[in-house]
């Protein structure tokens, strides 16, 4: 039902609308709290990933990305990105 995934639809749009004003460190939490409700969610997994990179977080960017490759695992923009990322 709508009120079972309301939790997360919001907590989504938060940490989009802070990605989107580039406020990394609460978008960073805001994704975190998502895949808390959801560990699926694969374009939370990617945002925060994105996060990370953004703060030069790589060895954090790195994992977000790993757990994103058990939900899309033959993604090779997921893969490229893990590879571009400094180590």
Not at 2 to 19: D, E, G, H, K, T
Not at 22 to 42: C, F, H, S
């Amino acid at each position: 039902t709508y009120a079972s995934i309301r939790p997360l639809i919001a907590q989504l749009v938060l940490a989009n609308v802070y990605f989107e004003l580039k406020v990394w460190d609460k978008a960073e939490q805001a994704y975190r709290r998502t895949l808390e409700i959801d560990p699926g969610n694969t374009t939370a997994s990617n945002n925060l990933a994105l996060a990370y990179r953004a703060q030069g977080k790589f060895p954090e960017a790195r994992k977000a990305y790993e757990h994103l490759l058990l939900y899309r695992r033959d993604d090779p923009e997921v893969k490229k990105a893990i590879e571009s990322l400094p180590k």
